[in-house]
Every structure is written in C-alpha cells, then in structure tokens.
C-alpha cells in the first residue's frame, strides 16, 4: 500500500494503523509539513523522500502497490487565500499525477483525501453529500478538482476511487500552524501561556473528527471491491469555537487570555456531517468523542513541546 504525504498528520496515523496490522507501506513525502518522527511508530515501511510533482517517484511510490491513499496536499483555506498557484500546483496537479501512475501501475483503488471545504457556505446541517456545491476559497475549489478528476478516473479505467470529504479532523501529530486548524492553535498557544483568539463571536460550529476514526475510514473504504464514489467523513456531532475553547482551557492548567478577532474570509459560520452514507456503504462509525479526543491530544501536544524545548538543550 502506498500513502502519499504519509508522514504529515493524517498520513503518519494512517501508515501506523496499516502497519500494525501487517501491511507493507511505502510513503511518498516530501518533508515539507511532514515530519520523519511521526513514523516512528511505523517500523518497517519505506520512505521516499520525494514530492508528489516529480512524475517518476510517484510512479516509483506506486509500482506494485495495490491501493494507493492520496493525501498529499496543500492544506487550508488561508494558506490557499496567500499562496493560491502553489495550492492548485499541489491539489490539482499533483493528484493528476499521483492519478496517472495509478493507471500506468494498474493500482486497484485509490482512496483521495478531499474536504468538506468543497461545500463552502452550507445551506442546510447536517451535510448530505448532495449538499450544493460552491467552495468559497481556493484550497475548496482545488480539493474539489482533484475530487472530481479522481472520480473521473475511476470512469474511464480499470481504477476504484473513493473520495473522503473530511470535516475538522485533530489528533496526535497535527503541530501548531497559524493556518491549520483551530484546535492545535488553541492547545499549543495555551499550554505556552500564551492568549488565544475566537475569530467573530464564537458561536460557529464545528463537525471534530479524531484522526483514528479518520485512518480507520480509509482503511475501510479501500477493503470493498468495486466500489467508487464520494462520501463525508465527520463525527455527525457540532460544537461552538466558544465551547471548543472552554474545553481545552480545562485540560491545561494555566489560565488563558481569550480574545476575539473579526471574522476570517472563506470560513463557513457552521458545519456538520451527515455520515450515514459512509456508514451504509463500508461500515464506518466514529468511536472517538470530542472530550476524550481533546484530553488525549493535549496529553501528546505536553509532550511534543517537551520534547522540542529538551532538543534545544541539547543543541545549546
């Protein structure tokens, strides 16, 4: 099995969960988000220190493999807003590629890691998959190219392709950025004492999904034969950025400043999954909930920064 971008965050969890039970990895990834750490506890596989732009690793990556995980991608709707060529090169682009070596590989299916951001503003929650389409950013609308030249594929070759729409995913691995998702900038900026901001009043929703039930649901989408199509992958469960604050605020024992800031461009005010589809088709039902997901994440986000501030003693 192949997993593009297979030491980033979902990647590396995803490459653990296939080694632990047996099956031979290879990851493409380019280090330039990923982290070799992350696939500490994936004895075994193989890396190729490649991005999924040079069209002869891919084809490397993805010789004798029997599925292929895309996940490789340009992640986020600011960093997409600031740098929109450089996302569509890797959202858009680098999946044709990764598509291309597939066919040319005869790869039996290909699982692509797509977004709820394809939706943008969302009419009606929960979300169907039906849910009208109009992405309000470009990394939206790259993710919804790849999704539908994927898709396009699995049409005209011998090539299954299932498309996972994920909502809010968090879990171990996902290190702070300013353009990532709300809840790593919240625990790190807490637990560094530093204040954190709520852009607009805090009372927009979140669909959180833990990145195990994310890893499992690619599993179990490449298992059924024969089977394409698109599907969204949440938790079917909502909070408030609010909420979400007073949650990890009580998980970290020093007290927070929280302000709030104006409202982001290309941020939609709410958004739940409805997963029923995905459920129907291959099984999935998420196991992990918001609390004991966040009191987890925590516990390694303590140990990533400890772990930081001791590498620099030891380099001082």
């Given at each position: 099995m192949t997993i593009t971008g297979g030491a980033g965050f979902i990647g590396s969890n995803l490459a653990r969960?296939?080694?632990?039970?047996?099956?031979?990895?290879?990851?493409?990834?380019?280090?330039?988000?990923?982290?070799?750490?992350?696939?500490?506890?994936?004895?075994?596989?193989?890396?190729?220190?490649?991005?999924?732009?040079?069209?002869?690793?891919?084809?490397?990556?993805?010789?004798?493999?029997?599925?292929?995980?895309?996940?490789?991608?340009?992640?986020?709707?600011?960093?997409?807003?600031?740098?929109?060529?450089?996302?569509?090169?890797?959202?858009?682009?680098?999946?044709?590629?990764?598509?291309?070596?597939?066919?040319?590989?005869?790869?039996?299916?290909?699982?692509?890691?797509?977004?709820?951001?394809?939706?943008?503003?969302?009419?009606?929650?929960?979300?169907?998959?039906?849910?009208?389409?109009?992405?309000?950013?470009?990394?939206?609308?790259?993710?919804?190219?790849?999704?539908?030249?994927?898709?396009?594929?699995?049409?005209?070759?011998?090539?299954?392709?299932?498309?996972?729409?994920?909502?809010?995913?968090y879990g171990p691995n996902q290190r702070f950025d300013a353009y990532g998702n709300v809840i790593p900038i919240f625990v790190f900026q807490m637990l560094r004492g530093e204040p954190i901001t709520i852009f607009g009043d805090g009372e927009q929703t979140r669909d959180?999904?833990?990145?195990?039930?994310?890893?499992?649901?690619?599993?179990?989408?490449?298992?059924?034969?024969?089977?394409?199509?698109?599907?969204?992958?949440?938790?079917?469960e909502r909070i408030t950025i609010n909420r979400l604050a007073k949650l990890v605020a009580e998980r970290v024992p020093q007290p927070t400043e929280i302000r709030n800031g104006p409202p982001r461009p290309g941020d939609v005010l709410h958004s739940l999954a409805d997963t029923r589809t995905a459920a129907e088709v291959f099984g999935f039902e998420p196991q992990v909930g918001i609390e004991d997901g966040l009191t987890g994440y925590v516990e390694w986000a303590r140990r990533e920064i400890r772990r930081a501030s001791e590498a620099v003693v030891e380099k001082s």
């Open positions: 969960l296939l080694r632990s039970q047996g099956h031979d990895v290879t990851v493409i990834d380019d280090l330039s988000s990923g982290f070799r750490e992350n696939l500490r506890e994936s004895p075994g596989l193989e890396l190729l220190e490649a991005s999924i732009l040079d069209e002869t690793a891919v084809l490397r990556a993805t010789e004798g493999a029997d599925t292929v995980f895309h996940l490789a991608a340009s992640v986020g709707n600011k960093r997409s807003i600031d740098h929109p060529i450089l996302d569509s090169e890797i959202n858009v682009i680098g999946t044709l590629k990764v598509l291309e070596a597939a066919r040319r590989n005869g790869v039996r299916k290909l699982v692509y890691s797509s977004s709820a951001g394809i939706f943008g503003e969302l009419r009606t929650v929960p979300v169907a998959e039906d849910h009208p389409i109009a992405p309000c950013s470009p990394y939206g609308a790259s993710k919804l190219a790849g999704e539908k030249h994927a898709l396009a594929y699995a049409e005209l070759y011998d090539l299954d392709v299932v498309a996972l729409r994920y909502f809010n995913v959180f999904i833990h990145v195990a039930d994310v890893a499992r649901a690619n599993l179990q989408a490449a298992e059924v034969d024969g089977m394409s199509g698109a599907f969204n992958l949440g938790s079917g």
